[in-house]
């Protein structure tokens, strides 16, 4: 589902990043999270069109693989990085498949990645992947639907973002909607939001330890551009989070 859902996106992904809920709180939270990359080795897993690979290139990053299983996300990506050389390197793959690369990176992220994972086996093999492609030490950031996102919260379409449960569960965790209000045309992604338990199992499974949720924050940008009553629902109810760990 998640291959075929994103091919059919393809570069209007790139708008998502535009919304106030990524531009004021994913994409600061997540990079605040991640810190300094400079002088380290990248590893973007579910990179989609290749927004954050670029972004910790630009950071100084030495070398930065983006992965993603869809076909249509990472020609975008290539077309990105053929608009603007950064020296990003993009391959379609299979997380749960991870091939083994020739060389261990120093950091690896994952944007709503395991979250796609089809049951818990599928996610402990993702987890199992990726730590194998990490040096001892190196660290996994990973943003995601919060777990226990209330849905009877107030609305989040005054942030770009509706999130809606489909009503069906698998044995990670309860199908989600996700719809991104964009213009002319919505566009609607569907995922599981994984109990916080099956994440922390997975990880330590693993071999990961050193496992720490972190909560969504809105930067300063975000506060001056709207004030602080705009962000009073979002804040109170948050329907991303993040976790840190390491190998």
């Known amino acids: ?3 075929q859902q994103y091919d059919e996106i393809g570069e209007a992904f790139e708008g998502f990043k535009s919304l106030p809920l ?4 994913e994409v600061p939270s997540f990079l605040g999270m991640v810190g300094d990359v ?5 590893l973007d897993l579910a990179c989609g069109t290749g927004f954050y690979s670029r972004e910790f290139k630009r950071r100084g990053a030495t070398d930065v693989l983006g992965v993603d299983i869809s076909v249509e996300m990472i020609a975008a ?7 603007e050389p950064l020296g990003v390197h993009y391959e379609v793959g299979d997380v749960a498949e991870l091939r083994p690369v020739d060389r261990r990176f120093d950091i690896a992220v994952g944007v709503q990645c395991l979250n ?8 402990e093999r993702m987890c199992r992947n990726i730590h194998r492609s990490l040096v001892p030490g190196g660290e996994f950031f990973v943003l995601t639907q919060k777990p226990d996102y209330g849905f009877d919260c107030p609305s989040l379409d ?5 999130c809606e449960p489909t009503g069906e569960e698998i044995e990670t965790g309860p199908w989600v909607r996700v719809t991104a209000l964009l ?13 916080r338990e099956v994440y922390e199992k997975c990880l ?8 720490t949720w972190v909560p969504l924050e809105v930067s300063d940008a975000g506060m001056r551009a709207f004030g602080a009553d705009f962000w009073a629902d979002l804040l109170a109810s948050p329907p991303l989070e993040m976790l840190r760990c390491r190998a």
């Open 183 to 195: 213009d002319p045309q919505p566009i609607s992604i569907i995922s599981t939001a994984p109990r």
């Open 38 to 42: 400079s002088g380290k080795s990248v």
């Open 77 to 83: 990506a290539r077309d990105s990085e053929q608009r």
């Open 116 to 123: 796609y994972a089809g049951d818990i086996a599928e996610m």
């Open 158 to 162: 005054r942030y770009g973002f509706r």
């Open 1 to 3: 589902m998640s291959m």
């Open 204 to 211: 330590r499974a693993a071999g990961f330890h050193e496992v």
């Open 22 to 25: 990524m531009r004021y709180g």
